[in-house]
């Protein structure tokens, strides 16, 4: 079966820096994906990865290492405003593009 | 200019009831997605479409049943409603990529199911 683990929930201060990680035990492994999902709303894409190596965008990075199946997401200069849910989502080599997520680490940022 | 847009966004209901969700999207994807997210907050995947062809169905109760009238729209019925089934479903629409490339997976808004 397909395994994603991520931390529950984080805090962090504002203007900090926090790092989100994702392991995952899957069979054939075709990309990995950061989403942001705000309390109520859709979640919204923010990162992906499919090869070894960091990823940047702006204050958020992301990082994948297949032959350890983890993957970081790394937020800087947290804003109030970052506070929500962020999920990892794991692409099989199946039929049909199919992601499977894992249960969404929720940050809490403080003043 | 909605990308991906679904109605209604609040549905309450008695168990037993038939009722529907409807999806559009405008982005000329040829994939379409149903998830289901419960209040643990797992998002799972029930549905997927290409080109209004099944190609995912994962373990999910023949109540349910998804129709594509075509690519731009995958809508969601549901029989004989369970308390269970209270739960936000999203749409998602994603655009097959041959070459190296994201077929990023793009959300709708959610519509929360209530089951009374």
């Known amino acids: 079966g397909q395994n994603i683990d991520q931390p529950t929930e984080m805090t962090a201060t504002e203007g900090a820096i926090v790092q989100i990680n994702c392991t995952y035990q899957?069979?054939?492994?075709?990309?990995l994906f950061w989403y942001q999902q705000h309390a109520g709303e859709a979640p919204t894409f923010l990162s992906y990865?499919?090869?070894?190596g960091l990823e940047e965008k702006g204050r958020f990075s992301s990082f994948l290492s297949r032959s350890k199946g983890y993957s970081y997401l790394l937020l800087k200069e947290l804003q109030m405003k970052d506070s929500a849910s962020y999920l990892c989502?794991?692409?099989?080599?199946?039929?049909?593009?199919?992601?499977?997520f894992g249960g969404g680490t929720r940050v809490l940022v403080k003043p | 200019d909605t990308a991906v847009s679904q109605t209604p966004k609040y549905l309450v209901t008695q168990m037993g009831n038939d009722k529907s969700i409807k999806c559009e999207q405008n982005?000329?994807?040829?994939?379409m997605y149903w998830y289901k997210q419960d209040s643990k907050k797992f998002l799972k995947i029930m549905f997927s479409?290409?080109?209004?062809?099944?190609?995912i169905n994962e373990t999910v109760p023949n109540r349910f049943s998804p129709k594509s009238p075509d690519k731009a729209h995958l809508n969601l019925h549901i029989n004989s409603l369970e308390l269970g089934d209270s739960a936000v479903y999203f749409c998602?629409?994603?655009?097959?990529?041959?070459?190296?490339?994201?077929?990023?997976?793009?959300f709708g808004p959610g519509t929360r199911l209530t089951v009374l």
């Open positions: 989502a794991v692409r099989l080599k199946a039929a049909g593009n199919k992601l499977t």
């Open positions: 998602a629409s994603s655009q097959e990529v041959r070459t190296r490339g994201t077929d990023t997976q793009y």
């Open positions: 982005l000329g994807h040829d994939t």
């Open positions: 990865n499919v090869l070894d």
């Open positions: 899957t069979s054939g492994f075709n990309g």
């Open positions: 479409y290409n080109n209004k062809e099944l190609i």
